[in-house]
């Protein structure tokens, strides 16, 4: 009977420390903004599940989606002028 079996070595490529890399982090500094006019949306999204949406509501709602467009264009535009084009 032959037994087949993966070497460790095969299997795991590279060890991963489970760190993010420098590179990584920079990502995420740089998409931050974004990433924390989301979480406001989706706050305010939450707030309104159990109850019906009142005017005030819906206030705080389309402010919040407009930082987010507002967040998403800023970030395209430093992401092009990174790269060296304009978006």
Request: hydrophobic share 45%.
């Amino acid at each position: 009977m032959k037994f087949i079996a993966a070497l460790q070595a095969v299997v795991t490529a590279a060890s991963f420390d489970g760190e993010p890399s420098d590179e990584e982090l920079d990502a995420i500094e740089t998409e931050m903004p974004l990433i924390l006019a989301e979480v406001d949306l989706l706050d305010a999204q939450i707030m309104t599940l159990d109850r019906p949406v009142t005017e005030l509501d819906a206030q705080r709602l389309r402010r919040r989606r407009r930082r987010v467009l507002a967040e998403r264009r800023d970030l395209t535009n430093r992401i092009a002028t990174a790269a060296g084009g304009a978006a």
